[in-house]
Structures are given as C-alpha cells and as structure tokens.
C-alpha cells in the first residue's frame, strides 16, 4: 500500500542510453513532480503535473521529457544519458496545484551512469 | 525569487538535550513554510508546515518549528534528541503569491549521540 512508489529503484547504464523511470501514486492527488538529488543531497524541482497539465518545466535539458497519462501516473524519460545525469530521481504528489500541501515523495531511483 | 537557507551543514547534539535546526527564508509575499526529514535511501517525509495563524507550529514526531516574520526564520527545534532523530532536514518555502514551485533548502544533517 506504497502512496508513491517509484520503479526502478536502481538503474546503472552506460553514457549515451536512453532510459526511462516510472512513478505511481495511489493517494488521490492532483499534482506530480519530479526532483533531482545530486552527489551533495542538494534537492532541485525539474517538473510538475497538475491533473496531468504541465505546470513547471525548470531549466532542465530537453533530454529529460516528462509524460504524465494520467493523474496517478508520471514518468521520466531520458535521452543520450550523461554522466551528468548521475543522481537520485524523486517523484512527489501533492494535493492542491499551488503547492501549499505538503507533498509525498517516493523512496526515489538511483541513476548511475557509467 | 524566492530564496531559503540553512546555515548549518551539521548540527551535533546529545540524546536528551534540546535541538534547533535553523532556517532562514526570502520570500515575496507571505511565505508558505515546510521541513522535510530524510533517512538514508529513502524519500523525503513531511514534519510541519506554516501556512498563517500561530507562530508555533507542531508537527510529527515532537518537533516543533517557530515562524518570525523580522527575522525571516522558521528554525525547527525539539526539546529532548532522540537518537533516531539523526538524518537530514530540508527546510522549504513556497511563495503565497503566484507560481507553484517550492524551494528546498540544502539541508542540514544532524546527528544525535547517545
């Protein structure tokens, strides 16, 4: 009964593949994100879904694209991966658009390019 | 832009004894404020948030965080360290006026000896 589960939860590939990650919740809400955390814990927003609008598109190369089927659902997929891309991937849900909910992460993947 | 820090890359602090975990915030408009835990591999989980009302807010787990608008801080404090408390805080703003980003700050781990 996860509320946002992530899959997979590791994911090691070489430079230059495409790859994709899959995130589903189960608790109701309108809005999904996607975060990045880097090698030093620092936490950056690259996108938000709302009932399955894009509504936050953060400065992210056009590798990354988001698609959201629908309200439960937002995936991630990537392009030509870098060594860049190295990171932990977190989906999130919330309840309202304007982001004043607290929102609920998954336990995240973990992207290791080699 | 909205903006927020954490001064303290590391608290350390002793079972029993009080704990503050500080957070400064830059805002336009009234602020929309959050703290996030993170244990190791995992999401991060929501503890309080301050939307308007008390200063005082508490939230799970005993912690507890103080809203002051001059100061422009919202520093989460818990008056006895439990060892299990020891992982990494984000504190996060959210602006009240337009837009629905929110704004982690880049955490600070604390640790909690026995």
């Known amino acids: 009964d996860t509320a946002v589960s992530q899959t997979p939860k590791y994911l090691v590939t070489q430079m230059g593949n495409d790859k994709s990650i899959k995130c589903e919740q189960n608790l109701g809400h309108d809005t999904m994100y996607w975060y990045k955390q880097d090698s030093k814990k620092f936490l950056k927003i690259m996108f938000s879904?709302?009932?399955?609008?894009?509504?936050i598109n953060e400065t992210v190369p056009n590798r990354f694209s988001p698609k959201s089927p629908d309200k439960a659902h937002l995936n991630l997929h990537i392009n030509s991966l870098e060594l860049g891309d190295s990171a932990v991937y977190f989906c999130?849900?919330?309840?309202?658009?304007?982001?004043?909910?607290?929102?609920?992460f998954g336990d995240g993947t973990r992207l290791s390019i080699l | 832009a909205q903006s927020v820090a954490q001064p303290e890359d590391q608290v350390n602090v002793a079972e029993g004894n009080p704990l503050t975990v500080k957070c400064t915030y830059s805002v336009s408009g009234n602020p929309y404020l959050f703290w996030y835990v993170q244990y190791p591999n995992r999401g991060l989980q929501f503890l309080l948030k301050y939307i308007t009302g008390d200063n005082l807010v508490k939230g799970s787990y005993g912690f507890e965080a103080e809203f002051n608008e001059s100061q422009t801080s919202f520093h989460l404090k818990k008056p006895s360290a439990l060892v299990s408390d020891s992982a990494l805080y984000f504190c996060a703003v959210r602006e009240g006026t337009g837009g629905f980003k929110t704004i982690f700050g880049a955490g600070t781990r604390l640790f909690v000896k026995a």
């Open positions: 879904y709302n009932n399955k609008e894009l509504i």
């Open positions: 999130a849900s919330s309840q309202d658009s304007p982001g004043i909910q607290p929102q609920h």
